[in-house]
Each structure stands twice: as structure tokens, then as C-alpha cells.
């Protein structure tokens, strides 16, 4: 069973910069795709960004322009560098992985306050 495990988060004040990595153990990770998604106090767990086996990427509106996803397929890790960090921005992170619907990591958590 493939396992992925988030790392990076932290208090961070707005304006500033994170970068979360998550790496996946196993060797089936450079065939697929990798998704971040965040899930706020209350709310529903949505999609931030995600990255095709061949580098493609999508990204939320919200998110735009502020954060970059990238991956490793070396390293078996996908990256998110978060820029211009908003208060808006505050939730848990969780990696996802593409290979299997339960394929989620254990979250890591992402403060923005002054």
C-alpha cells in the first residue's frame, strides 16, 4: 500500500511563503496524477491544484497566481510553494494521490495570521 506523507506546514504571517512537500513511498508514483486539496474549519475539503504524470497543472481561482504545484518523480515527492499567503488561505493540506480514491495523506496544517 502506497503511503504519502505531508510535510511544510506552519504559522505563517500574510504575504509570506510555504512550501508543503508530500512524498509517496512505492514506485507507482510517476505514472500518476497528484492533487492538493485544503480543507478550512467548516468547511468542505476543495481542490487547490493538481499535476498530470506529464507536468500539466491546474489550479483553483482562488489560488491562481499565488501557488505553484510541481513534482519529482525521482524523489517520488509533488510540491506546493505557496506565495502571497492570505488569512483566506488557513486550512489543513492534504496530499492525493491518483492511483486509488482512498489514496490520501494525514493533512498538515496551514496557519496565516499577522
Known amino acids: 500500500q502506497v503511503q504519502l506523507v505531508e510535510s511544510g506546514g506552519g504559522l505563517v504571517q500574510p504575504g509570506g511563503s510555504l512550501r508543503l512537500s508530500c512524498v509517496a513511498s512505492?514506485?507507482?508514483?510517476?505514472?500518476?496524477?497528484m492533487g492538493w486539496y485544503r480543507q478550512a474549519l467548516g468547511k468542505q475539503r476543495e481542490l487547490v491544484a493538481n499535476i498530470t504524470p506529464g507536468r500539466s497543472t491546474n489550479y483553483a481561482d482562488s489560488v491562481k497566481g499565488r501557488f505553484t504545484i510541481s513534482r519529482d518523480n525521482v524523489k517520488n515527492t509533488v510540491y506546493l510553494q505557496m506565495n502571497s499567503l492570505k488569512p483566506e488561505d488557513t486550512a489543513v493540506y492534504y496530499c492525493?494521490?491518483?492511483?486509488?480514491?482512498?489514496?490520501w495523506g494525514q493533512g498538515t496544517q496551514v496557519t496565516v495570521s499577522s
Open positions: 512505492g514506485s507507482i508514483f510517476s505514472r500518476y496524477a
Open positions: 492525493k494521490g491518483g492511483w486509488d480514491s482512498r489514496a
